[in-house]
């Protein structure tokens, strides 16, 4: 039982590890794979932790929305009353960052799960911690 409990702290102390052991991610060709984080992936977690605002110019198929859901959802467990707003120019963009959020969440052991789901829709996913993300749209 302490181990688990080491687990637990180690989790919430370091993102990293948290998203490198624990989430899971949706390959297109090989399916669900754990999330392997590259350095430039690594640098934007360590640039969420340490500022407040980002700005990212990035390409497509970089992870950058992957990586982000799984920096969300490591905020959003192991932190109290965090409130995150996706937004984007449509909101199926903003939606797909609550799949990504989802999924992680459905594929997590039991035991890390240390807050239950009181809202669980395809706009907004709301912990027992207070904690939650929520997509809009920033056009109709």
């Known amino acids: 039982m ?3 409990k080491e ?3 180690r989790c919430g102390r370091d993102p990293h590890y ?3 052991k624990y989430v ?10 754990p999330f392997k984080t590259f350095d430039y992936q690594d640098q934007l977690i360590s640039d969420y932790v340490d500022h ?13 929305s992957e990586v ?5 959802l490591w905020l ?17 963009t903003a939606k797909n960052i609550i799949k990504k959020v989802k999924m992680a969440i459905a594929k997590l052991p039991p035991w890390l799960m240390i807050a239950e789901e009181i809202t669980n829709n395809r706009l907004s996913v709301e912990l027992s911690n207070g904690s939650q993300i929520k997509a809009i749209a920033t056009s109709e």
């Open 18 to 20: 948290f998203i490198n």
């Open 68 to 72: 982000t859901a799984a920096y969300a």
């Open 76 to 92: 959003m467990l192991f932190h109290r009353n965090k409130n995150i707003l996706v937004m984007a120019s449509k909101a199926e």
């Open 7 to 9: 687990e637990i702290v």
């Open 2 to 4: 302490d181990s688990l």
């Open 24 to 33: 899971r991610i949706q390959h297109p060709v090989r399916g669900l794979i």
């Open 52 to 64: 407040r605002f980002n700005v990212i110019l990035k390409a497509r198929q970089l992870g950058i």
